[in-house]
Structures are given as C-alpha cells and as structure tokens.
C-alpha cells in the first residue's frame, strides 16, 4: 500500500503538457519546465540570441536616434559584435537575468504545468519591440541590416500570456531558413526574443 502512494504522489507531481498544442504554448511550457528545473543553458537554448541581439540593437539605439547618419554610425559601431560568439553568450546571459526577474517562481510553475493561457497583444503593446523596416533616405549599410532582420524571419508572434499567477508579454521568432530546410519540423523551430511583464 505504501509503493501505491509514492507512485500516485510521483505521478502527480508530472507536467501535464502544455495548454494548447499550439507552437506558442508549447515553447512557454517547454520554457516553465526549464525554469522550474534551474536549467539555465536549457532556457537560454529556446531563446534565438541572433535575433534578440539584432532586434535589441535596433529597438535600444538605432531606433532611437532621429538622424539616418547617427544610425548608421551606431550600426558601424555594433557591427563587430552582431554575431559573435562571445557576444551571443553575453546575450544569453542577459536573457536568463531578464527571465528570472520577470518570471517569480509561482509563474513558472503555472508554465511548466500548462495553466497559462496566450492571447494576442492587448492595444497598448502595438508598437512594443517592432521589427526593424527600411525607410527612403537610410543610408544604404542601415537599410539592408533592416532588410536582413525583417526577413530573417517568416514569422514574429507577439501575445499576452494570462497564468494564475501573473500576466506575461511574449515575442517570439521563426527563422525563415529553418523552415525551408524542414516544413513538417516536428520540434518546431520557433524561439523566445524576450519575455517582460
């Protein structure tokens, strides 16, 4: 009789899945599990560090400033590092810091057992973190690093997540060319840009 309760308690405890199928609740599932577990290099691998690092560049210094000419020199000056290994490794770093504090431990825990619900963005989050566009009169170099993130990739969901706990803000990205080499991709290749409340 004892054995029969520690495997009930046992089985218990086991995430239920994911709230809905969907590629979006699957990844925040996939992310509350990780979290849960303290696996940070598991967390910082469902994040596209690529994209967060070129979407942060341009939404926290290019974007901001007003002449074309200032952009591009805070293009040229960023440059180096977009890509770089070190630097995505930094961005990882960033990202997990960013998740830990945005998402208290009671939250993770309504991830990892799929009690969050995900809806689109409420109105007051259109314009938040926007993908960069290119625009007449951008020097050419700032035109097509707009150009190459915009089309880096063919699908960008933004969503509200509702769990028990608290509200979440979402961005996601899928990478165009991972599509193209798999479309029926069973592990979906979409990944977390950022996560804020």
């Known amino acids: 009789m004892r054995w029969l309760l520690i495997v009930v308690a046992v089985a218990g405890c086991k995430s239920k899945g994911p709230n809905t199928p969907s590629p979006e609740d699957t990844l925040l599932w996939e992310l509350g599990n990780k979290l849960v577990a303290n696996d940070r290099d598991g967390v910082i691998a469902r994040y596209d560090l690529d994209?967060?690092?070129?979407?942060?560049?341009?939404?926290?210094?290019?974007?901001?400033?007003?002449?074309?000419?200032?952009q591009n020199a805070a293009l040229a000056a960023a440059r180096p590092r977009l890509g770089e290994p070190a630097a995505l490794v930094t961005v990882g770093e960033e990202a997990y810091r960013e998740l830990d504090n945005v998402v208290a431990a009671?939250?993770?825990?309504?991830?990892?057992?799929?009690?969050?619900?995900?809806?689109?963005?409420?109105?007051?989050?259109?314009?938040?973190?926007?993908?960069?566009?290119?625009?007449?009169?951008?020097?050419q170099e700032l035109?097509?690093?707009?150009?190459?993130?915009?089309t880096a990739f063919d699908w960008v969901p933004a969503l509200r997540v509702r769990c028990p706990t608290g509200e979440l803000w979402a961005q996601m990205a899928r990478r165009k060319d991972r599509r193209e080499k798999d479309p029926l991709d069973k592990e979906h290749p979409l990944r977390m840009l950022r996560v804020e409340r």
């Open 106 to 139: 009671a939250t993770a825990q309504d991830l990892a057992d799929g009690k969050c619900v995900s809806r689109p963005p409420d109105a007051g989050d259109i314009g938040r973190w926007v993908m960069p566009k290119e625009q007449q009169g951008m020097p």
């Open 51 to 70: 994209g967060r690092q070129r979407t942060e560049l341009w939404e926290k210094t290019i974007r901001k400033l007003a002449k074309p000419e200032d």
């Open 143 to 150: 035109g097509l690093y707009a150009f190459e993130t915009r």
